[in-house]
């Protein structure tokens, strides 16, 4: 067996020195050259004949780690077990990060499954496609971020190998159709890890924040990009922020899920995150607007949480009746600050009663007064700001905000984009796992997926 490896290794130590000679003579006209190039231009030389070299001792590697697959004459059927005879020896070509390569690959065919069978796919892992999942990784990273024809130009100024616009959006779409929430979303074991990093000694509970609110995706119908598909419209992204705060008030992060859907379907995959959350274990706190959908679903999964209406979108309310009531004017700003300060105090009662006694100004002032009367009676048991702030509770949804602009605003809201819902969730999915640090376990999954599908 020893004197196997050795064999291995001289062969291989062979094929890498002629490789190596080859590509040397590429270099030939640049060292030979009377001018000496920069640093910049040797390194953009060796960047374009790098996969002579690193493509072809590739080659070899594969082809000498493969021979008990590439002489295979026989191998069971992976449906139903049977022997089966090598068929056919078929060649694939495959453009990996270090250049192109080309297997021959023995076939096995079941008369029983009608179906047919490559091992040597299989133990390699090989993509159906001819990028291999090396690079499909690096189109992924460059689609999610930039438009596809903008992540083409860059993929091939990166790394030389030129894919279509179009073949980034399939990949994406391919791979982020496979990516469900159960594994987008950290799992109960790096949730509880990410939480013990900013537990403390004493008897304080680390502050865990669930954040909600909707953003807005502009999607199209269905149907070919040529002709007349009627209007595109704004369609409610959905989505959830949790996080915790540490000593520091700094965020550390846990999980982010974003998608055009409706509250029911949000209040599932909410209740999905919160049975992987030991909620004993952290002082919880609920936060967002005024948005019914998102309290309902809050409060179900997590009931024993304090509650926690965003301060900015409340003051916001308190300002528009100001305006509709005084004006511009001084005593406006007097008025708004004062009712603003009741409400920070935990003084809900005044402030309500105070709106109560006012004479509207006009028509638009009554309506907005009784919109905020019915507001604060609604959320009363979600204010009390300074309470809030002196158990160290956020007031401000600020966490959720960031979250909205950095995973869906970024990528979908670009001018002239418009998305199909299954392609802008398909997007929201893979940003997501970006965010929450689950690419690697979201990209591994679907490799193991389609390994499985072994028959073709």
């Known amino acids: 067996m020893t004197q196997d ?28 050259s009377q001018k000496m190039p920069t640093l910049r231009q040797i390194s953009d030389q060796f960047t374009q004949t790098r996969s002579i070299l690193l493509g072809g001792c590739l080659q070899e590697m594969t082809f000498q780690l493969s021979a008990c697959y590439r002489a295979q004459e026989t191998a069971p059927c992976p449906c139903c077990g049977n022997l089966l005879k090598r068929h056919s020896i078929n060649a694939k070509t495959l453009q990996t990060m270090q250049g192109s390569i080309t297997l021959e690959r023995p076939y096995f065919y079941c008369h029983r499954c009608k179906s047919g069978y490559y091992p040597l796919d299989h133990a390699l892992e ?20 930039s438009p596809y024809s903008t992540s083409a130009d860059l993929f091939k100024k990166l790394t030389g190998i030129a894919p279509s616009g179009h073949c ?52 199209r119908p269905t149907g070919g990009r040529s002709g007349r598909r009627g209007p595109g ?62 309290w309902n679903a809050m409060v179900r999964c997590f009931p024993k949480a304090r509650q926690v209406l965003d301060y900015y979108h409340c003051s916001e309310h308190v ?3 100001a305006k509709l009531q005084y004006g511009d004017s001084l005593t406006g700003q007097q008025w708004a600050e004062a009712t603003i300060t009741r409400l920070f105090m935990d003084q809900t ?17 009554d309506k907005e007064i009784r919109k905020l009367i019915n507001y604060l009676t609604t959320h009363k048991h979600r204010l009390a700001y300074q309470e809030c702030r002196d158990t160290g509770l956020p007031i401000g949804s600020g966490g959720i905000e960031s979250a909205n602009k950095h995973i869906c605003h970024v990528r979908l809201k670009r001018s002239g ?24 376990t979201v990209l591994n999954s679907y490799i193991s997926k389609k390994c499985l599908k072994t028959v073709v």
């Open 126 to 145: 090989l993509a159906d496609e001819a990028y291999q999942y090396d690079l499909q990784e690096k189109m992924l990273c460059l689609g999610i971020e």
């Open 319 to 321: 300002h528009k009746v």
């Open 168 to 219: 980034l959006h399939e990949t994406l779409n391919r791979i982020g159709t496979l990516a469900p929430i159960e594994e987008v979303i950290p799992s109960e074991i790096e949730i509880v890890r990410r939480i013990e990093s900013v537990s403390t000694a004493g008897d304080d509970l680390p502050v865990l924040v669930i954040a909600s609110d909707g953003a807005h995706a502009p999607t």
């Open 5 to 32: 490896k050795d064999q291995l290794i001289e062969a291989f130590r062979t094929a890498a020195h002629r490789q190596l000679d080859q590509w040397v003579d590429l270099q030939t006209e640049m060292l030979t």
């Open 349 to 365: 009662g005044s402030a309500i009663g105070g709106l109560k006694r006012m004479q509207p100004s006009g028509g638009e002032a």
């Open 233 to 294: 419209k704004w369609r409610e992204v959905k989505g959830f922020r949790i996080y915790l705060l540490d000593g520091d008030e700094r965020i550390v992060h846990i999980a982010s899920w974003h998608q055009i859907q409706d509250a029911a379907q949000f209040t599932k995959d909410l209740e999905l995150v919160a049975a992987r959350i030991p909620q004993d274990r952290v002082n919880i706190a609920l936060l967002g607007d005024g948005a019914e959908w998102l």
């Open 417 to 440: 984009a418009w998305w199909l819902e299954e392609n802008g969730n398909t997007m929201l999915r893979l940003r997501c796992a970006m965010y929450n640090d689950t690419f690697d």
